[in-house]
Every structure is written in structure tokens, then in C-alpha cells.
């Protein structure tokens, strides 16, 4: 069993969590990673965008003008894509970006990109994180403490209001709970903070 060290809020140590091998020894998986990355984001995509084509462009449906004799190419519609303000052809359309992938992959990629970040000295265990008030001067204040780099991720198994109000001004500092953590926002910070609680949880999942 791979141990990590638990700090209080005064960064001192105050013991130990285990984590089972078969999780921390996980190889780095770039590829698989890379796909569950793209996934997530491709489904934050809106794919609200969309053009009209020529049946719905709102245009007379009568012959611009006779069909021999004027010395100029035929035309029978003002809709035509080839004249101004005419409809689109294969212009984007309303459509989900969504990728599909099993779950087994997206469990690895998990498992591949924490064991990573453990590797890497990016993983911190907070016994608790309790805040007297929503000011976000002493959350900053706090976190000074830890001698943190840019980009941290707040990990804890229910958000509460004070830390939700606290961490919104600090533009470098994210909060989510172990249920929402995911595969892009473990990549993406430098430094992961777990409280024990949302370790234990977040941990749980490999095993189901």
C-alpha cells in the first residue's frame, strides 16, 4: 500500500492515507488520456451554431428575371447560393460534438492521470479544510501556507458556501467535489488538494 502524508490547515503533518498499489503504480497513458480529455471537451461544446441553407432563406420564390434574351446567366431563384445574401451550402448546423467512449477506458484514464500527478508531487492531502468565514483575504491566506504554485485544485466531499464565496476572486484556485472531478481538470492544475474525506471517495471509484 503506497502512502500519502495528511497536513493540517498550519501545514504540519498529522499522519497518513493509503492507497493501494494497483493505483499508484498505474503507467502514464498519454493516448488514452489525450481521448478522455477530448471527449470532455468536445462535450462542453454548445453546437448551437448554424447557417440557412436556400430553403430557408426568406426570399420570393418568382423568376428574377426571363430566361433567354438578357445576355446575363439564367437564375431562378434570389435563394441561390452562387447571389448575395443567398442560403449556405454545407454550412455548419445544429449538432452535438459528443464522443463516445467505454467506460473502461475512461476508468484508466483516471487511474493514469492521478497516479501521474501523485508521481509528479502534485497531490495534496488536507485532514480538513474548514473556513470561519467567506473572506477571500484568509482563504489566500491560507493557502500561502502551503508554499503553492500557480493553478490549484480544491477537492473536497461537500463544497460549502464559505469556501463557494472565498475561492470565486482567486482566479488560480478552483473548487469542485470529488464527484465532479474529472480527467481535464486533474491535467489541467498544477497542484491537486484533497481533503481525506474526498480522497477516500474519490479513490473508491477505481474499485467499483
Do not use: C, W
Not at 493501494?20 to 502514464?28: E, G, R
Not at 437564375?75 to 445544429?94: E, V, Y
Amino acid at each position: 500500500m503506497a502512502k500519502l502524508k495528511t497536513v493540517n490547515q498550519k501545514n504540519k503533518a498529522s499522519g497518513n492515507v493509503e492507497i493501494d498499489d494497483s493505483i499508484t503504480d498505474t503507467p502514464y497513458h498519454k493516448h488514452v488520456v489525450s481521448e478522455v480529455v477530448r471527449q470532455f471537451l468536445a462535450s462542453k461544446q454548445q453546437g448551437t451554431h448554424s447557417t440557412k441553407n436556400r430553403s430557408e432563406v426568406a426570399y420570393s420564390t418568382r423568376k428574377l428575371y426571363r430566361q433567354k434574351g438578357t445576355g446575363s446567366a439564367r437564375a431562378g431563384s434570389a435563394k441561390s447560393p452562387i447571389r448575395r445574401h443567398g442560403g449556405t451550402i454545407f454550412g455548419p448546423q445544429f449538432r452535438s460534438h459528443s464522443i463516445r467512449l467505454n467506460k473502461k477506458t475512461r476508468l484508466l484514464a483516471s487511474k493514469s492521470a492521478f497516479a501521474e500527478k501523485i508521481r509528479q508531487d502534485g497531490v495534496m492531502v488536507l485532514d480538513n479544510l474548514e473556513l470561519n468565514d467567506n473572506k477571500t483575504k484568509n482563504l489566500k491566506s491560507l493557502l500561502s501556507t502551503f508554499d503553492l504554485p500557480s493553478k490549484v485544485l480544491i477537492v473536497t466531499d461537500q463544497i460549502s458556501d464559505n469556501l463557494r464565496l472565498a475561492s470565486r476572486n482567486l482566479h488560480d484556485v478552483h473548487v469542485l467535489s470529488h464527484r465532479s472531478l474529472n480527467v481535464y481538470e486533474i491535467m489541467r492544475n498544477n497542484k491537486v488538494i484533497f481533503t481525506k474525506k474526498a480522497l477516500e471517495s474519490f479513490v473508491e471509484r477505481f474499485s467499483k
